[in-house]
């Protein structure tokens, strides 16, 4: 995998991306529940990687597409 530009570290991360945005649609997960099953150890640590993705908060982004 690294051969091709892939670190076992970035396809985790793309995971935890994809599925944060499913996770969180809709008020399916709260962020604390979303966190915990992404595998944060804390629910900043977790906020901290989706504002890093998207720009916003999870709380902000949750609140965009719901409704």
Same mark, same amino acid.
């Given at each position: 995998?690294?051969?091709?530009? #892939?670190? &076992? =570290?970035?396809?985790? /991360?793309?995971? %935890? %991306?994809? &599925?944060?945005?499913?996770?969180? =649609?809709?008020? /399916? ?6 966190? #915990?099953?992404?595998?944060?150890? /804390? *629910?900043?640590? #977790? !906020? =901290?990687?989706?504002?890093r993705?998207?720009g916003?908060?999870? =709380?902000?982004?949750? *609140? !965009?597409?719901?409704?």
């Amino acid at each position: 995998m690294a051969a091709s530009g #892939f670190t &076992h =570290r970035l396809l985790v /991360e793309d995971v %935890r %991306r994809q &599925h944060a945005l499913k996770y969180l =649609r809709n008020g /399916e997960h709260s962020v604390s529940q979303t966190a #915990f099953l992404l595998g944060y150890s /804390e *629910g900043s640590a #977790f !906020t =901290r990687a989706f504002t890093r993705w998207h720009g916003c908060s999870p =709380r902000s982004w949750q *609140g !965009t597409t719901s409704g």
